[in-house]
């Protein structure tokens, strides 16, 4: 384990200084836990329509006094709100009146569920009274439904989509919203009287102003744990939720027709079915089941070059998975890396085939792997105990491969003539996928520990042998807050196990994520006889997370043989990382601003030779201003970068000095049109590379039905030594030669979308995505002194004699004897990509859906020589688009 180095100590015994100041100069303000006792309904249950009128109103008090949050904590409101809450067997009853002096500035906007529109006043319930978990209903005055389910103390999942009613009104004092939630949604004990953790958030739209029912703390350590409390529920029994969803779809497909491929003919048509059910197994556990899922209305993820190699992050979309996710979070450290990436079940397979396109065959390859079937089993119990278990089955899935269908192209070909015209090859063997999740709460719910499971299994067969015939991964995390949750502590640690063929295992250890071909490397040697591996990794880290002075110190490390990505998500193994942090927040609003914060931060990484690869410090300062609008800047230094991995196996690699700076100015956002504009700019020292982006925002809502977003983003990254390729070269002292040149790469994207809503219920969302990348290259040069800090001296470049120009890519004559040396490829680019969908959906009773879609999309590669709007006119309009067609129906099944 390597030394800190000395720069780092003076930083750490200066972030300490900082942090005794900072605890000596903070107070904390107690603040009393309130307390809404309720009674239960003696006749009939309220009418939910937003009237307030109905008897069963009469038996509970109004409760009032909220105070407000943001941006003034602890000052009173601009206006004030009530609330109620009642309840009978089945149904939890609220009620809010939101009081309004002008009821011009009463804002009415429509949006999609979960999307908080305009004036909102939102109910939480901590059920399980454990001060980290939740539910979250959120009502706008438009009758706009939001849903969330809170997890670890904050976080908020807007998948998590339960069944309950609500209806809003306005009247002479403002707006009125009537709740009903069904206990069959909520989770609870079988105690003859409920204690519940409660809050109320009303967001008063004209002021942009937060105010709670139970009063927060400026920059609070959680938000559950801040809760006050509901008495009076008692007798009511645990309702076992049971609910099954199927759904059937037609969907048609429409693309250009290419001659002679029978798989592309012209159009498709297709039809599906499956369903999902949610069994209460207990009150508190909940069994969910998905039987051929369909995933038709998740947004298409965004376009994305990735130039240095690596695996490109992608957020998990699929309903199924994305609820409740936060059960089976278990992350490595800082970044991505997570013990359990769903996306990988149902991912693209990893086979190829053995198509011949020389010799007129074609093949039909599947995009994703058919999930067969999965199950979630998940929940938290009365004494503290978090589950969660999922099991998941994808199926063999093989790609079809077929001649020519012209005959003057389908005479006997050899080798064709041989297999048949027609053949399934296998790309991705059955799988089973298994997670399990456990964590415990103790210490009066101020620390919990928990652990991780995961394993995966192919049924291996010899076409797919370069996989891992069986992955695992435990681990064991833990977390303690004390004074109040002012202070934490918490780490993990994981244990990494994959077993396979020699094949498997050396792909493994040879791919960018390990890297155990690296020439200098002294640690690292493949051995291709090996049939596992096994690592580990973990994070430490301990800080304070409440008050105005908020700080951490930590590190995480990865050994060289943690491998995750069977089933996780892995950048790269063998690093050490060591970061701290500290932050000050200004809460309260002045005369100029109405709250702002500023803070630093550092980090350097070792690798397990002990190499000192990179160091950074890095500084921030937010500020909301007295008009709503905001700033953000920033800047970073990064004296010392050095990557084990650019190189891809050769030694590592030093890139000059960096800095770095930013600023993003934006508008209000309430108002009807509004604006984002980020700019970023990063140099390195001798022009080694530079980093310019721009990035503009736009939202309009001319109508409080219709609102536009467009969100535009350009940026140019040159560099003077971009990897391209690496090739051997014959003399001995040289062996590989590895070659950079010198890029211009540009990226334009655009995401834009547009919502009309009928009502609450009747939706109509469009996006567009037009992605084009470029980069073209030249200054070919190959490495000479890796690590050396001049450029110069870090490459050689090839004079004119060196390099010629053949057809598809370059050859080099590096000794100038008029023989070739070696080549490598064009690595030009300019890669065009377009997805766009038009989705009309109605919830016509509540959990129960309709939805109609039209989704386009198209891909392509332009020519060296165009320009970023030529290559989209060619690639795009120029183009026939593939156009899909999709009706679903599901209907939802309480029982």
């Not at 690639?875 to 309480?894: C, D, E, M, P």
Request: hydrophobic fraction near 35%; charge should be negative; charged fraction near 25%.
């Amino acid at each position: 384990m390597p030394f800190i180095h000395q720069k780092q100590s003076v930083i750490l015994l200066l972030l300490f200084a900082v942090t005794t100041f900072a605890k000596a100069q903070d107070t904390t303000i107690t603040i009393q836990r309130r307390v809404y006792t309720t009674e239960r309904i003696a006749g009939d249950a309220p009418k939910i329509d937003g009237s307030l009128t109905d008897p069963a109103w009469d038996i509970v008090p109004w409760t009032s006094d909220y105070t407000e949050f943001e941006p003034d904590v602890g000052t009173p409101p601009t206006q004030q709100t009530k609330m109620k809450i009642t309840y009978d067997d089945k149904n939890l009853y609220v009620a809010f009146k939101c009081y309004e002096s002008d009821k011009t500035k009463l804002e009415k906007r429509l949006g999609r569920r979960d999307d908080f529109p305009g004036d909102w006043v939102e109910f939480n319930v901590d059920s399980y009274n454990d001060d980290r978990t939740g539910f979250s209903f959120t009502a706008s005055a438009s009758g706009v439904k939001g849903d969330e389910f809170i997890s670890e103390n904050g976080n908020f999942d807007t998948s998590w989509n339960p069944i309950w009613y609500l209806a809003t009104a306005e009247d002479d004092e403002g707006w009125t919203a009537e709740i009903r939630i069904p206990f069959s949604q909520l989770r609870f004990s079988a105690e003859q009287e409920q204690l519940w953790g409660i809050q109320s958030t009303r967001r008063y739209f004209a002021n942009e102003e937060r105010s709670t029912w139970q009063r927060l703390p400026a920059n609070p350590p959680g938000w559950v744990s801040e809760f006050g409390e509901l008495r009076g529920i008692k007798g009511i029994e645990p309702q076992k939720q049971l609910e099954i969803q199927p759904y059937i779809l037609g969907q048609y497909d429409t693309f250009e027709a290419q001659p002679g491929n029978p798989f592309r003919d012209g159009d498709d048509l297709m039809a599906n079915a499956g369903l999902d059910a949610k069994i209460g197994i207990t009150n508190d556990l909940t069994l969910d089941l998905t039987v051929n899922p369909d995933f038709g209305q998740v947004d298409a993820d965004p376009g994305a070059i990735a130039l240095d190699g690596f695996e490109i992050f992608f957020q998990e979309r699929r309903p199924f998975f994305v609820e409740n996710k936060s059960v089976f979070d278990f992350r490595v450290g800082g970044g991505a890396d997570n013990v359990f990436f769903p996306r990988r079940i149902g991912r693209t397979p990893q086979g190829f085939t053995t198509t011949n396109g020389s010799q007129g065959e074609f093949e039909d390859f599947p995009n994703n792997s058919t999930i067969l079937g999965a199950a979630k089993f998940s929940g938290k119990t009365k004494d503290g105990w978090t589950i969660g278990v999922l099991e998941s089955v994808t199926a063999k899935e093989f790609a079809e491969i077929e001649l020519d269908t012209r005959e003057e192209v389908t005479e006997p070909l050899g080798a064709i003539e041989e297999l048949g015209t027609s053949r399934k090859e296998l790309v991705e063997p059955l799988t089973n996928y298994f997670v399990g999740r456990v964590q415990k709460d103790f210490n009066d719910r101020n620390s919990f520990v928990g652990g991780i499971f995961t394993a995966t299994h192919r049924n291996m067969e010899p076409e797919v042998s370069f996989l891992h015939t069986q992955a695992y991964t435990g681990g064991l995390d833990f977390r303690h807050n004390w004074r109040d949750r002012k202070y934490y502590v918490e780490g993990r640690g994981i244990l990494s196990r994959v077993n396979g063929s020699p094949e498997a295992i050396a792909t493994t250890q040879t791919n960018i994520t390990h890297l155990f071909q690296r020439v200098d490397a002294d640690h690292l040697e493949v051995d291709e006889t090996r049939t596992d591996l096994t690592g580990m990794g973990g994070n430490f880290e301990i800080g304070r997370g409440r008050g105005k002075w908020q700080y951490n110190l930590g590190g995480n490390f990865r050994t060289p043989e943690l491998e995750l990505n069977d089933i996780g998500f892995l950048r790269q193994a063998d690093q050490i990382r060591q970061f701290s942090s500290i932050r000050r927040f200004w809460n309260n609003s002045t005369s100029w601003y109405r709250q702002a914060s500023v803070g630093v931060e550092q980090f350097t990484e070792f690798d397990f030779q002990g190499n000192y690869n990179r160091i950074q410090y890095e500084g921030r300062a937010e500020i909301n201003w007295k008009n709503n609008w905001f700033t953000e800047i920033g800047g970073a230094h990064k004296p010392r970068i050095l990557i084990n991995s650019f190189l891809r196996g050769g030694p590592r690699w030093r890139f000059n000095e960096e800095n770095f700076y930013f600023a993003a100015v934006g508008t209000d956002q309430r108002k009807k049109f509004s604006a984002v504009g980020v700019y970023v700019n990063s140099q390195a020292k001798q022009n080694n590379f530079s980093f310019i982006q721009y990035e503009l925002r736009f939202n309009y809502q001319p109508l409080d039905a219709l609102s536009l977003n467009l969100s535009t983003n350009y940026q140019v990254n040159p560099n003077r030594t971009q990897y391209v390729s690496q090739q051997a070269y014959a003399p001995a002292q040289f062996g590989t030669r590895y070659i950079t040149g010198e890029i211009d790469q540009e990226t334009l994207s655009a995401t834009l979308r547009v919502n009309y809503n009928i009502n609450p219920n009747l939706t109509i969302q469009y996006y567009a995505q037009p992605f084009i990348a470029k980069g073209t290259y030249s200054n070919f040069n190959y490495v000479t002194d890796s690590t050396n800090e001049d450029l110069n001296k870090r490459v050689a470049f090839y004079g004119d004699d060196q390099i010629s120009a053949v057809d598809g890519g370059f050859a080099i004559d590096e000794n100038r004897d008029g023989m070739t040396d070696y080549s490598f490829g064009n690595p030009d680019f300019n890669f065009v990509q377009f997805r766009s969908n038009l989705v009309a959906r109605w919830e016509y009773i509540p959990g129960s859906e309709l939805f109609l879609v039209w989704s386009q999309g198209i891909e392509g590669l332009g020519t060296s020589d165009e320009s970023l709007f030529n290559a989209a006119d060619s690639q795009i309009l120029g183009q026939q688009i593939r156009n899909t067609f999709v009706i679903k129906w599901a209907y939802r099944f309480v029982l």
